[in-house]
C-alpha cells in the first residue's frame, strides 16, 4: 500500500525522510511504466483506424465514407459556365405548332399484342 503523501511537506522533510523518497521513485516508475503502456495502445488503435482496403486486407467495401478521391482532371482556373465573349448557340423560334405528327412502329410490342394510341394500353 502507498503511502499519501501530503503537499506541505519542506524541503528538509524531504531530505530527512529516506522513506518519502522511496515513495516518490516508486510512483515515478509506475507512472513511467503506465505511460508507456497507453502510448502503445493509442499507436495500435491509430495504427488499426488508417487501415483501409489499400493497405490491409479490408474489403474495400468497409472503407466507407473516408474512401480516397482520385481527381484525373486538372484546373483550368476558369469558372463552371459560359465565358466572358463566348457566342451562344441555340435553336430558333420558329412559331406556334400547327400540326402534330405520331410515327407509329407497325409491329408488334415486346408483349405481343400490337401498338395501339389508346389510354387502356400503354407501353
Do not use: W
Not at 17 to 35: G, Y
Not at 73 to 84: L, Y
Request: proline share 9%.
Amino acid at each position: 500500500m502507498e503511502t499519501p503523501l501530503n503537499s506541505s511537506y519542506t524541503e528538509p522533510d524531504f531530505k530527512s525522510s529516506p522513506h518519502i523518497i522511496k515513495v516518490l521513485s516508486d510512483q515515478v516508475i509506475t507512472l513511467k511504466e503506465e505511460n508507456a503502456m497507453l502510448h502503445s495502445e493509442i499507436a495500435a488503435l491509430k495504427a488499426r483506424l488508417n487501415k483501409d482496403s489499400h493497405n490491409s486486407s479490408k474489403p474495400p467495401s468497409s472503407d466507407g465514407l473516408k474512401k480516397k478521391v482520385v481527381h484525373l482532371r486538372k484546373p483550368s482556373g476558369k469558372k463552371p459556365g459560359g465565358q466572358p465573349g463566348h457566342q451562344g448557340h441555340t435553336l430558333r423560334y420558329e412559331g406556334p405548332v400547327d400540326h402534330t405528327v405520331y410515327y407509329l412502329p407497325e409491329s408488334v410490342c415486346g408483349c405481343g399484342l400490337p401498338y395501339e394510341v389508346t389510354s387502356s394500353h400503354t407501353h
